[in-house]
């Protein structure tokens, strides 16, 4: 079991920045895979960007250069940095743990880009 706390969503201006962060309840050293997804109203939930244990990450290209996701093990947190936000990137955001194949979602954290 494990269970994941988002925080950091809000209200910004486009342009501006956000750091979410998500707190993980096991070691996030354990996961098979962790990332950020997001899910717009009346779209489906797609993938942000992901790393690895390794530290290799990826993102969707429509956040590459913008976004970047990161982890402190030490914490059992992962980060994604939201750089030049735009309103196409307003939607709930949700933390994701894999472990064997199982995913674990946190409860997720609105992000609104609005000027």
């Known amino acids: 079991q494990v269970q994941l706390v988002e925080s950091g969503g809000g209200l910004v201006q486009p342009g501006g920045s956000l750091r979410l962060a998500c707190v993980a309840s096991r070691n996030i050293f354990e996961a098979n895979g962790l990332g950020w997804y997001r899910q717009a109203p009346g779209k489906q939930r797609e993938l942000v960007a992901g790393?690895?244990?390794?530290?290799?990450?990826n993102s969707a290209d429509s956040v590459k250069d913008r976004f970047t996701i990161s982890r402190d093990n030490a914490k059992n947190t992962i980060y994604l940095q939201m750089n030049s936000l735009k309103p196409e990137d307003t939607a709930v955001y949700y933390c994701n743990y894999n472990l064997l194949g199982y995913n674990y979602w946190g409860q997720g954290t609105q992000v609104t880009v609005a000027s």
């Open positions: 790393i690895t244990s390794s530290g290799s990450t």
